[in-house]
Nanobody
Framework: QLHVVESGGGLVQPGGSLRLSCEAPGFTLDAYATGWFRQAPGKEREEVACISLGGRATEYPGSVAGRFTISMSNTKNAVYLEMNNMKPTDTAVYYC????????????????WGQGIQVTVSS
C-alpha cells in the first residue's frame, strides 16, 4: 500500500484561505491519480477534487469549483488543495488518496489513503 501524508490543516475564519499538502515519501505522485476528499461529522466521505497522473487534468465533482484548486508540484512531489472563500460548511476532515489509472469520484476506487487532517472554518 502506498503511503501519503496530509498537512496544512487548521482553523480559518469564514472567507479565509488555506492550503493543504499531500506528500508521498516513498513513490512518485505524478504516476497516479490523486484525489482530495472530505468527511464532515455524520456525513459520507466525498471527493472535492482530483488531479490525473502527470497533472494533465483536474476534476471537481462537488460544489467547490471556483473556490478550491488542486495542483501538483513534480519538484516537491506533492499535490496541493488551495481553498479560498471558505465557508463553515467546508469544515471536515480532509483526506488525500491515490489510485492507478484515471480520476474517479468513487471513494472505493482509491486504495491508498492518508490519515486525514482537520479543517475547521469558524469565526
Amino acid at each position: 500500500q502506498l503511503h501519503v501524508v496530509e498537512s496544512g490543516g487548521g482553523l480559518v475564519q469564514p472567507g479565509g484561505s488555506l492550503r493543504l499538502s499531500c506528500e508521498a515519501p516513498g513513490f512518485t505522485l505524478d504516476a497516479y491519480a490523486t484525489g482530495w476528499f472530505r468527511q464532515a461529522p455524520g456525513k459520507e466521505r466525498e471527493e472535492v477534487a482530483c488531479i490525473s497522473l502527470g497533472g494533465r487534468a483536474t476534476e471537481y465533482p462537488g460544489s467547490v469549483a471556483g473556490r478550491f484548486t488542486i495542483s501538483m508540484s513534480n519538484t516537491k512531489n506533492a499535490v496541493y488543495l488551495e481553498m479560498n472563500n471558505m465557508k463553515p460548511t467546508d469544515t471536515a476532515v480532509y483526506y488525500c488518496a491515490v489510485r492507478t489509472g484515471r480520476c474517479s469520484g468513487d471513494v472505493t476506487d482509491f486504495g491508498s489513503w492518508g490519515q486525514g487532517i482537520q479543517v475547521t472554518v469558524s469565526s
